[in-house]
């Protein structure tokens, strides 16, 4: 079952929300909030795998609650105003359901979540190796390791970038010790950066680009480890 947790601050736009879920099948409502901040409450203590969550509510609107979720789940907004379309497929939203919608359209976004968890629980070859759990925000977290896209230390902490997610996974922890823990296509290309070498899209002289908004630099001490790496790659003259 697909645990689902329904946000919004109007009691019958709510109630429908709910209505529909209980008629998917293969969907369990996990909790019904009227607030942003009634929701985030709830997944301080609790996991789901999806949420339907409204844009414009009072106090923290639905955007800004999913902007600053350290870990969030599948996302599809629900609003009556089609201007926040952009903006929610930009923090990476399964779906937008533009207020008022009807069963179909819910089932079709409801279709949409079952793909991307169907997706990211046959991965192929998954073992325990591919998994390290890290405490954040007084919560311990599953990270697959095949997702992480980069390591960047800050202080005495790290931040662990994900694939797919717009929020680092923030953790009290050691570039030494997570380096020691990530396998082999992971190498360390600054005093502050760990990368994953099969996320790399470009190398351009000492920078490392890993998408067309994240440029990392490749610190003196790691030059020629990074470039024998590159040498086993290399084609051409």
Partial sequence: MIKVLAIDDEPLALRQLVSYIGKVPF???AAQCQSALEARAFLANNLVDAIFCDIN???????????????????????????????GFRVNAVDYLLKPFGLQEFQRAANRIKERVEASRVTPASTEEDVIFLKTDHRIVKVSIPDIRYVEAMSEYLKVWLEGQPKPVVTLLTMKKMEERLPDNFMRVHRSYIVNLTKIQEVDKNRIIMDADTCLPVGDLYKENFQAYLDTKFLGK
């Fill in 27 to 29: 969907m369990e409502l």
């Fill in 57 to 87: 509510m009072p106090d923290l609107n639905g955007m800004d609650f999913v902007k600053s979720l350290t870990v969030s789940p599948l996302v599809v907004f629900t609003t009556a105003y089609s201007e926040y379309a952009v903006e």
